[in-house]
């Protein structure tokens, strides 16, 4: 199906792990991004990558790695998960050409749900 | 800097008009946008506006902006038990970024 999909839609692990998370987008848009959601907070943006090969730091990056070697994926890694990232993950994309109005509109996946014990 | 304020919570009734407001800090945002996000999904882009509007109306929906006190609006008329969900404001200054707001929670009681 077309669209920005996430997998896996819940995740539990434990303190220490190497936890990632996919997102796989089919319309070929330029960026993509990473947010965390918890109560409180909103949406924080993690990482994000104005094209393949191409990332850079949100406002949360530490403790997250990501890559981008083909447009349409956008994996992000928790090295070593630690409790305080338990979150719900959103990843979003955007074609983000500025001349033609509304383009920067991000569309967003389902999330994820990351549990760390 | 970058910020976007809204309250946290509104509660309505069915059939009244919900209104949400949102401050941001800059003023050189291209758009301003309203997100829905219903309970267990992701985030669905709602309505935006230009930012040398002062009004834009779709349907039930009519964002006020008020670029000189940085204040932005979305008004919901006749409201449902379906509109239940979190609204979010967003800004997309310079820096290509979306900044989002904390998100308002709107509950509709029949």
């Known amino acids: 199906d077309a669209g920005i999909t996430q997998s896996p839609r819940y995740k539990i692990t434990e303190t220490g792990r190497q936890v990632t998370l996919m997102c796989h987008q089919t319309w070929s848009h330029s960026y993509m991004f990473w947010y965390r959601q918890d109560l409180g907070h909103g949406l924080r943006l993690i990482y994000y990558s104005a094209a393949a090969d191409i990332t850079d730091k949100g406002e949360v990056p530490d403790g997250y790695v990501v890559s981008r070697s083909k447009t349409e994926n956008f994996p992000l890694t928790l090295e070593s998960a630690t409790r305080s990232q338990t979150s719900v993950y959103f990843c979003?994309?955007?074609?983000?050409?500025?001349?033609?109005?509304?383009?920067?509109?991000?569309?967003f996946g389902p999330g994820t749900r990351l549990t760390v014990l | 800097g970058e910020d976007v304020e809204q309250s946290l919570f509104l509660s309505v009734r069915e059939g009244d008009s919900s209104v949400i407001n949102c401050t941001y800090t800059?003023?050189?945002?291209?758009?301003l946008y309203w997100y829905k996000q219903e309970p267990g999904a992701g985030l669905q882009l709602l309505t935006y506006i230009f930012s040398n509007m002062d009004m834009k109306q779709d349907q039930r929906l009519t964002v006020l902006l008020n670029k000189k006190d940085k204040h932005l609006s979305l008004r919901i008329a006749d409201t449902q038990t379906g509109d239940s969900a979190i609204y979010f404001c967003a800004e997309t200054p310079p820096s290509g970024k979306l900044i989002f707001g904390q998100g308002t929670e709107l509950s509709v009681k029949p």
């Open positions: 800059d003023s050189s945002s291209t758009y």
């Open positions: 979003a994309s955007s074609s983000l050409r500025a001349s033609l109005p509304g383009t920067d509109t991000q569309y």
